[in-house]
């Protein structure tokens, strides 16, 4: 069912998560979901999220909840592109501000790229699009959710350049951060193309801090003026 919220902004309604996910797989596109955390009694919404951050990396999730005790702090601990948090019942001033923002933040973050030379030419990828960049002998990998590029170079040096949410885990690794899918065992990451990254012994304790630390603030900082 189709909805015009306000005059700028059309929106589809689904009463199923699986709905919802059929449609992202069948190549809908969205900027924006707004989506309850809890589906006929199960946090069926958190689980969700993971799977759009997968099918959709450019849709930005703004969680809805009238448990506010029960989430906060589970919201956390799940990979999703979270751009926002509302309490029920929500105001349409509040829903305003949360559209702008997560519209603003996705505006904001395919402007933010990396420029770098493959060959002869010259490459420009949003930082947001790379999962993880690998160093082998000066020669870097750059990995993004359907692409591999390769250009030369020191990963330190090369990572001054990176924003705040990718830390160097490994000495030969740089990874995004809202793309970990989760800490496994031992010393790896699983990131969201399902590939495991090592975390060297010495950084494991500082890395999953980071991140727990990053996922946290992220969340906070758009829910605030």
Known sequence: MALRVFDDISCDVFTEVEALLGKLEEGEEYSAILMDI?????????RAAERIK???????????????????????????NLSGFLIKPVTEYMLRRALEKALADQKRRAKDKFTFQQGGSLHSIAFYKILYLESSAHKIMITTRNETFYCYGKLDEIAEKFPPNFIRCHKSYLVNMDEIQEFGHGYMIMMSDRRHIPIAKIKHGMV???YFEYMKADVFEKNTD
């Open 38 to 46: 809890e589906w006929d009694g199960k946090e069926k919404g958190i």
């Open 54 to 80: 997968y099918l959709g990396p450019d849709i930005r999730i703004i969680y809805v909840t009238g448990f506010t005790e029960k989430y906060v702090q589970q919201i956390f601990f799940r990979p999703a």
């Open 208 to 210: 999953k801090k980071a």
